[in-house]
């Protein structure tokens, strides 16, 4: 197998990357707190960690990829409150929208989606052990890590906190922490707040608790790679390595990689500029998605992307030269025995772009080997010297590489117009029973995947005492 190597933020350097077990690789990525739409910041990672999940399925690895669902922090309680809805039937709608803007994108689904809510037990297991080996304590029913007890903290984003905070009382909410530095590990509920039963009363996981607790759930206490933007990389990545490393004594995390921010307009985006697009707003100006995944998958995952209407049209630029060669060909007679060209380059784009992917996923490299493609056919075109069975092969050869980058056949965007009808009742129907005969199995991997699958196409779905009822969302 082809040598892969990537840039591991844990360490700061480009590394060959090798997966603890031969062929396979595990992945957890983090996902988006549910209290609104995604903005397009959000997506350009989701689409980074699209990207990366299918250059490794590319590059022969089987991956197995998790990614949470925040539907319980600070935001989620606050906007549900003011909404006067209960945390579910407040966060249902943008977990519905996430999923929405996946499918927009041509995101391919992760094997786990699990949520915040749905996993606490495994969280408050995990608080009990940090307890039990002295990196916890408990105070006021709020329980924190101890940052004092972890000799290497900081190992992740290089920041040495052991001078500038330790003893300062930052904010008046925080009084009850021994160390100014100790983050929380599960809150005590406040007056009016959801909340869940604990050996220390009742309240709720921090955040960084969760993606711990439910990584390690999935892929176990070691796995291969940990994705998120780099807004990410502290505090929550170094406190996700800090709690579970601690909690484990193993090490958490073997590859940590981090992309970049999105700008839009060379700005980085704020409420205030407002800049903050959602997928939503960008698809009723008439942008199409299609030139959106080009323009995110094209850009270097540790470059900033500048997001700018002139970069999306040139987006939808080059995907018109690869669509042009595609009408060409296709308008192409075949004439005699298969071109010699042809043969080549094909040959040449599966290794340009295996290679390009291996080296830390250049994304730009991969493209060019694809222009490399579209050149030296319209050249054979041109010259009327296509062959038999050229036009196959070539459409072949693209549809290979496109297992990639997800975008360079117009036909996959365009049977979304028509899918867009959705799931007849009947096969809500038959979905809903297959779920509720995994449910009375105990089957409850398969009843959430039904569950995504059909919030995935809009559906909303209520258990009620009779039984379960949807709606459309
Ligand atoms: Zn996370």
Same mark, same amino acid.
């Given at each position: 197998?082809?040598?892969?190597? #990537?840039?591991?933020?844990?360490?700061?350097?480009?590394?060959?990357?090798?997966?603890?077990?031969?062929?396979?690789?595990?992945?957890?990525?983090?996902?988006?707190?549910?209290?609104?739409?995604?903005?397009?910041?959000?997506?350009?990672?989701?689409?980074?960690?699209?990207?990366?999940?299918?250059?490794?399925?590319?590059?022969?690895?089987?991956?197995?990829?998790?990614?949470?669902?925040?539907?319980? !922090?600070?935001?989620?309680?606050?906007?549900?409150?003011?909404?006067?809805?209960?945390?579910?039937?407040?966060?249902?709608?943008?977990?519905?929208?996430?999923?929405?803007?996946?499918?927009?994108?041509?995101?391919?689904?992760?094997?786990?989606?699990?949520?915040?809510?749905?996993?606490?037990?495994?969280?408050?297991?995990?608080?009990?052990?940090?307890?039990?080996?002295? #990196?916890?304590?408990?105070?006021?029913?709020?329980?924190?890590?101890?940052?004092?007890?972890? !000799?290497?903290?900081?190992?992740?984003?290089?920041?040495?906190?052991?001078?500038?905070?330790?003893?300062?009382?930052?904010?008046?909410?925080?009084?009850?922490?021994?160390?100014?530095?100790?983050?929380?590990?599960?809150?005590?509920?406040?007056?009016?707040?959801?909340?869940?039963?604990?050996?220390?009363?009742?309240?709720?996981?921090?955040?960084?608790?969760?993606?711990?607790?439910?990584?390690?759930?999935?892929?176990?206490?070691?796995? =291969?790679?940990?994705?998120?933007?780099?807004?990410?990389?502290?505090?929550?990545?170094?406190?996700?390595?800090?709690?579970?490393?601690?909690?484990?004594?193993?090490?958490?995390?073997?590859?940590?990689?981090?992309?970049?921010?999105?700008?839009?307009?060379?700005?980085?985006?704020?409420?205030?500029?407002?800049?903050?697009?959602?997928?939503?707003?960008?698809?009723?100006?008439?942008?199409?998605?299609?030139?959106?995944?080009?323009? #995110?998958?094209?850009?270097?995952?540790?470059?900033?992307?500048?997001?700018?209407? =002139?970069?999306?049209?040139?987006?939808?630029?080059?995907?018109?030269?690869?669509?042009?060669?595609?009408?060409?060909?296709?308008?192409?007679?075949?004439?005699?025995?298969?071109?010699?060209?042809?043969?080549?380059?094909?040959?040449?784009?599966?290794?340009?772009?295996?290679?390009?992917?291996?080296? !830390?996923?250049?994304?730009?490299?991969?493209?060019?080997?694809?222009?490399?493609?579209?050149?030296?056919?319209?050249?054979?075109?041109?010259?009327?010297?296509?062959?038999?069975?050229?036009?196959?092969?070539?459409?072949?050869?693209?549809?290979?590489?496109?297992?990639? #980058?997800?975008?360079?056949?117009?036909?996959?965007?365009?049977?979304? =117009?028509?899918?867009?009808?959705?799931?007849?009742?009947?096969?809500?129907?038959?979905?809903?029973?297959?779920?509720?005969?995994?449910?009375?199995?105990?089957?409850?991997?398969?009843?959430?995947?039904?569950?995504?699958?059909?919030?995935?196409?809009?559906?909303?779905?209520?258990?009620?005492?009779?039984?379960?009822?949807?709606?459309?969302?």
């Amino acid at each position: 197998m082809r040598e892969i190597r #990537f840039y591991n933020t844990l360490g700061r350097t480009l590394e060959t990357f090798v997966p603890l077990q031969a062929g396979a690789v595990q992945v957890y990525t983090c996902g988006p707190t549910v209290y609104g739409h995604a903005h397009i910041g959000n997506l350009r990672t989701f689409v980074f960690e699209d990207f990366l999940r299918r250059s490794l399925s590319y590059l022969g690895l089987e991956v197995t990829q998790v990614m949470n669902l925040t539907d319980v !922090d600070d935001k989620t309680i606050q906007r549900s409150n003011e909404a006067g809805l209960s945390l579910d039937d407040y966060t249902a709608p943008f977990i519905q929208s996430f999923f929405e803007d996946l499918e927009t994108l041509h995101v391919e689904r992760a094997e786990h989606y699990p949520r915040a809510t749905e996993h606490i037990p495994e969280m408050i297991a995990m608080i009990e052990t940090l307890l039990e080996k002295g #990196f916890a304590y408990v105070s006021d029913g709020s329980v924190f890590f101890r940052i004092a007890a972890d !000799d290497d903290y900081g190992r992740l984003s290089g920041i040495d906190l052991s001078q500038q905070m330790r003893g300062e009382r930052v904010a008046s909410d925080e009084y009850e922490k021994e160390d100014a530095r100790d983050f929380v590990l599960w809150k005590a509920a406040k007056e009016g707040e959801p909340s869940w039963d604990s050996p220390w009363g009742l309240g709720r996981p921090g955040w960084h608790m969760e993606c711990s607790a439910m990584s390690m759930k999935y892929l176990g206490e070691s796995f =291969d790679i940990h994705c998120g933007g780099v807004d990410n990389i502290f505090p929550h990545h170094e406190n996700e390595v800090a709690q579970s490393e601690s909690a484990t004594g193993k090490p958490f995390v073997k590859t940590w990689i981090h992309s970049e921010h999105l700008m839009v307009d060379g700005a980085k985006m704020s409420k205030s500029l407002g800049n903050q697009y959602t997928l939503k707003e960008l698809l009723e100006r008439g942008i199409e998605p299609r030139a959106i995944r080009y323009l #995110f998958v094209s850009a270097h995952y540790r470059q900033k992307l500048n997001f700018t209407f =002139d970069s999306v049209a040139a987006a939808a630029n080059a995907l018109e030269r690869v669509d042009k060669m595609r009408f060409r060909l296709a308008s192409a007679s075949e004439n005699g025995g298969p071109s010699a060209t042809i043969t080549a380059a094909i040959e040449r784009l599966g290794q340009d772009v295996a290679n390009a992917l291996a080296n !830390d996923l250049n994304a730009s490299e991969a493209l060019a080997a694809v222009f490399q493609l579209v050149r030296d056919v319209n050249k054979v075109i041109e010259q009327g010297a296509v062959g038999q069975g050229d036009r196959e092969r070539v459409i072949a050869a693209l549809a290979d590489v496109d297992r990639v #980058f997800g975008v360079l056949d117009p036909g996959d965007w365009q049977q979304d =117009d028509d899918a867009a009808d959705g799931l007849s009742d009947e096969a809500i129907e038959g979905l809903l029973a297959d779920r509720q005969a995994a449910r009375k199995s105990r089957d409850f991997a398969e009843s959430d995947r039904i569950r995504d699958e059909l919030q995935g196409q809009g559906i909303l779905i209520e258990d009620t005492p009779q039984g379960p009822r949807w709606r459309r969302g």
